[in-house]
């Protein structure tokens, strides 16, 4: 089975900037089109990266320009750069893949953005 184990999380102000991280271990089948969901209280999670099966990156419009998305495939590693934070962007940052997502998650790792 596969485990997901995401940190790099906190407290930033407003403007500041934070990298996540996301180690996969176990049987991983394929470690492609990996990306990185956001769940924000009392809502349900949003994929705001990814990377696409041809290799490419997409965001959504919400952190487009603002986060990018990087991986390790070495050691199994994702990374999301967020710069720019807004309070909007406070919510638990989950990582696993945008297609065919593995049937657990991790506990996720905190963000909070102070205005």
């Known amino acids: 089975q596969v485990q997901l184990v995401e940190s790099g999380g906190g407290l930033v102000q407003a403007g500041g900037s934070l990298r996540l991280s996301c180690a996969a271990s176990?049987?991983?089948?394929?470690?492609?089109?990996m990306g990185w969901y956001r769940q924000a209280p009392g809502k349900q999670s949003v994929l705001v990266a990814f990377?696409?099966?041809?290799?490419?990156?997409n965001y959504a419009d919400s952190v487009k320009g603002r986060f990018t998305i990087s991986r390790y495939n070495a050691k199994n590693t994702v990374y999301l750069q967020m710069n720019s934070l807004k309070p909007e962007d406070t919510a638990v940052y989950y990582c696993?893949?945008?297609?065919?997502?593995?049937?657990?998650w991790g506990q996720g790792t905190q963000v909070t953005v102070s205005s």
């Open positions: 990377f696409t099966n041809g290799g490419g990156t």
């Open positions: 176990g049987s991983i089948g394929s470690f492609n089109a």
């Open positions: 696993n893949r945008a297609q065919r997502a593995f049937g657990v």
